[in-house]
């Protein structure tokens, strides 16, 4: 597959600078968000980066994940405290069962947000998978309180997802991109 069956080159501009090399530069450049003191979650970072792109990378793109990423964060944040206290409030019962119970809920409210007040439910669920990455996988400043954890959690998942439209437009803009002449 070329790059131009992969969407991320519009046929209709010509760029003065490869888009190839301008990501690479700029994938490179993102690492330094995961040093002291921000020590952010790259990955929910390139997470939202590719949506900026799936999304058709332009303003609506943009507007639509910065709309999502904090929905989507939230209802992460509510599942993962309310495990720990479903599974707390049904001992006995292998915790499996209050887990999926909590999941089924807070993603069927989920999507009913999502459906009445018209989010973008991808850009919804690019953050979603985020906040459980950056909670379980540490990467945040733990203290050993849940609903601390929890909140520092969805304030580095957040600030990662909303650095991906950043990058994804600068991935654009620094290629210097050009209309190409219609023949």
């Not at 001992?91 to 069962?97: A, L, N, S």
């Not at 979603?128 to 849940?146: A, E, I």
């Amino acid at each position: 597959m070329g790059r131009e069956e992969c969407g991320w080159v519009d046929m209709s501009v010509r760029y003065k600078v490869p888009i190839e090399l301008t990501v690479a530069y700029l994938a490179a450049l993102s690492l330094l968000v995961t040093l002291p003191p921000l020590g952010l979650p790259v990955w929910a970072t390139f997470v939202t980066w590719a949506g900026y792109f799936a999304l058709g990378a332009d303003k609506k793109a943009f507007k639509e994940i910065y709309k999502a990423t904090p929905l989507g964060g939230v209802f992460g944040w509510l599942a993962v405290v309310g495990f720990d206290y479903a599974v707390k409030a049904m001992p006995g019962v292998h915790y499996i069962i209050p887990v999926m119970l909590v999941e089924f809920l807070d993603v069927l409210v989920l999507m009913y947000i999502i459906s009445v007040f018209k989010f973008t439910g991808a850009a919804v669920f690019f953050a979603f998978p985020s906040y459980f990455g950056t909670y379980y996988g540490g990467f945040y400043p733990k203290t050993g309180q849940l609903l601390l954890d929890a909140t520092l959690a969805l304030v580095w998942q957040v600030a990662a997802n909303l650095l991906g439209p950043i990058f994804g437009y600068l991935s654009i803009r620094l290629s210097l991109p050009e209309k190409v002449q219609e023949k």
